[in-house]
């Protein structure tokens, strides 16, 4: 039986949101393909401390990130998504700053997981359809589209996250055919 | 001046969430028929949906019993300004449910909403360290709170499904369990079936949430045991002595009580309905949902009479505490030093010593 699935987008009403002053747009890219993520090592990086400041689950810039606890419970649901660490150090070495630590998700681009009916516009999904016969025993799907990519979760991740009290993306409920 | 999150959550929020959570109690309880008898009617209706599948299923050559029904909230409807319950039945073999339904609940956001909209008003904030998001971030742990207490309810509401013969055509596993929680999260039973036992001879198992039917119990007394949510039909009772018995949410229907004696017997949240009392003695029994000697984790309600019968019956300090009586027993029944406070029985007059 497949339950119903949503669409992570990012919630644009966060303001004052951590931001990583070093990693690159080459080698995280807002599209992470394969081969960015196969190049992609571990990585560590520095934040300008600000008044206030907020660590939300998930980050949009410069690619999709998630909260090192959020990450876990992503991992538990579905133990073959990847990711590449991205700690992050404030950059006057202030005492007592934040040093949250974000992961790069991965899962290889399942496109034909989109349903013939969903409308691309410029490279983008408009409406995403997805198709039925593809969600059987996933949690989370990762589609990369020449416009955007996208991040999709299962009623079952979505609640998980939720409960959990997540910030940082706004849910959307997509249909299946 | 608010400027950090838990800042708000210790000067203010933590205040507004036992304020939402006593409205809501209030609400459930003022409102109790109306959203029961809405429940009631809803659960009905998935469980006639249920026993039609599992016929059908059984024309189709697969036997199905349901073992679980489990009542899930999905925060994702909540966060979509439409909650519901999903509601699954799964058999003892299967990972899937066979069959899944829907609960309505949008009359819980008439409480929830007011709450959500004056904990995101900005005052108080100074306004650049204010986040709606942040702020939503302590909503989940107030909703299973609110999950809690409205389970505690649909658990006395579950009772009046059983007596409604809401599970008579569907055929349930020898043990079974219905359920309200989180989707693939915790979840609290309310309403059990554990295979039946006799109260003389269970050799230590457990009789919680058992069934009794057309048992008659005689002379040799009963002491100290735990018959907690256990369900006695047609049963009979007749010159015995009840000792130390705990009888907490337990169901008696069409029982027949003939010279017995309770004594220091917990019978909160007890239901007896059209059942007999004659010559009955409740000496020191405890029915006050508010106990010291009930469970700190759980949330009860006051012992109920309903459609009894009562011939010669004493109560003699008992604590009758929000209890609730639909019968006219003046004329019947003799009160000696009970607490009554918020029951049905503060009208009646009490004597001040039992002689006999």
Redesign the interface.
């Known amino acids: ?1 497949i339950e ?1 699935w ?1 669409l992570l987008g990012q ?1 644009k ?4 949101v951590i931001q990583a002053t070093e990693l690159e747009q080459s080698k995280y890219p807002a599209i992470m393909s394969g081969k960015h993520f196969i190049q992609m090592e571990d990585a560590v990086t520095h934040y300008e401390m600000k ?2 400041l ?1 660590q ?1 689950d998930f980050l949009f810039d410069p690619t999709f990130m998630v909260e090192d606890s959020m990450y876990k419970i992503w991992q538990e649901l579905q133990p073959d998504i990847l990711g590449k660490a991205v700690q992050f150090f404030e950059a006057n070495n202030r005492e007592n700053a934040p040093m949250p630590l974000y992961w790069v998700p991965f899962l290889p681009s399942e496109e034909d997981a989109l349903h013939d009916q969903t409308k691309i516009e410029l490279g983008r999904a408009v409406e995403p359809v997805l198709r039925r016969e593809k969600l059987a025993e996933k949690n989370f799907l990762h589609i990369t589209l020449a416009g955007g990519q996208l991040w999709f979760a299962s ?2 991740a ?3 996250m ?7 993306v706004q ?1 959307t ?1 997509v249909e299946i055919r | 001046m608010f400027s950090s999150l838990d800042e708000y959550e210790k000067e203010y929020y933590a205040a507004a969430e036992v304020k939402l959570l006593q409205d809501f109690n209030h609400w459930l309880g003022v409102n109790e028929e109306e959203s029961k008898i809405k429940w009631l009617a809803a659960m009905e209706d998935i469980l006639h949906k249920a026993a039609q599948a599992q016929t059908k299923l059984k024309e189709e050559g697969q036997c199905v019993n349901c073992r679980y029904l489990q009542c899930s909230f999905l925060y994702v409807s909540l966060y979509q300004d439409k909650p519901v319950f999903q509601v699954e039945l799964y058999d003892e073999q299967q990972q899937e449910p066979w069959l899944m339904s829907w609960l309505d609940t949008s009359d819980m956001l008439a409480i929830w909403k007011p709450f959500t909209e004056k904990a995101l008003a900005k005052n108080n904030w100074i306004s650049r360290y204010y986040s709606a998001a942040a702020i939503c971030s302590l909503f989940p742990q107030t909703m299973e709170k609110v999950l809690y207490l409205l389970s505690r309810h649909w658990h006395y509401w579950a009772g009046d499904l059983v007596l409604r013969g809401g599970f008579h055509d569907l055929r349930l596993s020898a043990q079974f369990q219905m359920m309200v929680g989180q989707y693939r999260g915790w979840q609290e039973p309310i309403y059990t079936i554990n295979p039946s036992q006799d109260i003389y001879l269970h050799g230590g198992k457990s009789l919680i949430a058992t069934d009794f039917y057309r048992a008659v119990y005689r002379a040799k007394p009963i002491c100290h045991e735990d018959v907690t949510e256990a369900r006695f039909w047609d049963c009979k009772w007749e010159a015995i002595q009840l000792q130390d018995v705990n009888f907490a949410d337990a169901i008696f229907v069409k029982c027949r009580f003939y010279q017995v004696d309770f004594t220091d017997c917990c019978l909160a949240g007890a239901r007896f309905t059209d059942c007999k009392f004659v010559g009955c003695n409740f000496q020191s029994c405890d029915g006050n949902p508010e106990s010291d000697k009930l469970p700190d984790t759980k949330i009860y309600k006051g012992v109920g009479w309903q459609d009894c019968h009562w011939e010669n019956c004493i109560f003699d300090h008992c604590d009758l505490s929000h209890a609730r009586l639909s019968d006219d027993i003046e004329d019947y029944v003799t009160l000696y030093c009970c607490q009554v406070e918020s029951s049905d029985f503060q009208h009646m007059g009490q004597e001040a010593v039992n002689d006999d």
């Open positions: 039986m119903p949503y919630d009403t966060l303001h004052h008044e206030p907020y939300p009623l079952t979505v609640e998980a939720l409960w959990k009290g997540q910030t940082g849910i409920s």
